[in-house]
């Protein structure tokens, strides 16, 4: 029962920042305190988007915007599949992924930053 409340709740937070991200306009404080664009600068333009399918142009906007997309969608599916089924795939996965590639996850989320400062994104 634990287990799917909590797969729950990140389910619904992950829906919650894709809506976020589509519908939400704001400024980036990092990008205004820091007069610098962060790694997620793009984002809502880049998600708006995908959602019109423009893949090429959200590429534009960020170009980690496309796999974080396909990330959340794969995420909600194997959410939705330990909800249902009650087992906890998900986490053990994800736990495991991330202890392993974490190194090279900094790496492409630096690279994606200095390519935000380079294009003045």
């Avoid at 915007?65 to 330990?82: E, M, Q, S």
């Avoid at 996850?105 to 294009?119: E, S």
């Amino acid at each position: 029962m634990k287990n799917r409340v909590r797969t729950l709740l990140i389910i619904l937070l992950i829906i919650f920042l894709f809506l976020f991200l589509w519908l939400g306009q704001f400024d980036c404080l990092f990008k205004k305190y820091f007069h610098l664009p962060c790694p997620g600068c793009g984002m809502n333009r880049a998600f708006n988007a995908i959602l019109s399918f423009n893949i090429l142009t959200s590429f534009h906007y960020n170009i980690l915007a496309f796999p974080c997309f396909l990330l959340g969608i794969f995420c909600i599916i194997v959410l939705l599949y330990d909800f249902v089924k009650g087992t906890d795939l998900f986490f053990k996965k994800t736990f495991k992924i991330l202890n392993k590639y974490y190194k090279v996850i900094i790496i492409i989320v630096f690279f994606n930053w200095l390519v935000n400062i380079y294009r003045d994104i």
